[in-house]
Each structure stands twice: as C-alpha cells, then as structure tokens.
C-alpha cells in the first residue's frame, strides 16, 4: 500500500510562485512513477505533470509548460511541483498520484494511477 500526502497549497497572487510536496509512505517513491493532477471548481480533474521513477523523465501539460517543474528525492520518498508565474487559472485543488504499472512513458490518464493524496488548495488571485 500507499500512502500519500500533499503541502504547500496557499493563496499567492497572479505571477508569485508556489512548490507543492508529496511526501510517499508505505513503499520508496523509486517503485513508481508520480503525477500531479488539479481540479477547478466544477471542473473535471486534469493533468499537470508527471515524472518517472528515476526522475529522468519528466511530462507536462501544455498549460503549464514552461512554468512548473516537477523532482522528486527518491531518498526522502518525496515529489515536488515548483509553480512558477502562476496565472488565475491556475487556481484548483492539485493532487499527486501514484502510478505503479511500468510504462514506456508516463500517463496522463487518472484512471490508471493507483494511489491519491487528500489534495491541497491552490489559489491564484487577480
């Protein structure tokens, strides 16, 4: 099993910078590739990033390319996601997400990850 647990939501203006953790328990974050989805307020959940086991590898929406970075220290089984020049759409509750299927690549299917954090609040205003 795995545990996963979300931080550093908050409120920032448009512009400011925000980095969310995902602390992991229950297995090392090496077993697994890790995602970060977000969902607005009457919104389906979407993806944000995503980043493989090793953190060679790492995918992004299109939305936020350029902008977010996700890492991950596999020796503190924790992933983070830097978010830089926030915009207002940004705003939405951003989970992180465990994947424990070997891929080629990542997914950007929620569907087919296996774990979830509580989810953490992020803010962006005008």
């Known amino acids: 099993q795995v545990q996963l647990v979300e931080s550093g939501g908050g409120l920032v203006q448009a512009g400011g910078s925000l980095r969310l953790s995902c602390a992991a328990s229950g297995r090392t974050v090496s077993s697994y590739a890790m995602g970060w989805f977000r969902q607005a307020p009457g919104k389906d959940r979407e993806f944000v990033s995503a980043i493989s086991r090793s953190g060679t590898n790492t995918y992004y929406a299109e939305s936020v390319k350029g902008r977010f970075t996700i890492s991950r220290d596999n020796a503190k089984n924790t992933v983070y996601l830097q978010m830089n020049s926030l915009k207002p759409e940004d705003t939405a509750v951003y989970y992180c997400?465990?994947?424990?299927?070997?891929?080629?690549?990542?997914?950007?299917?929620?569907?087919?990850?296996?774990?979830w954090g509580q989810g953490t609040q992020v803010t962006v205003s005008s």
């Open positions: 997400a465990a994947d424990l299927t070997v891929r080629s690549r990542a997914t950007v299917d929620s569907a087919e990850y296996d774990y």
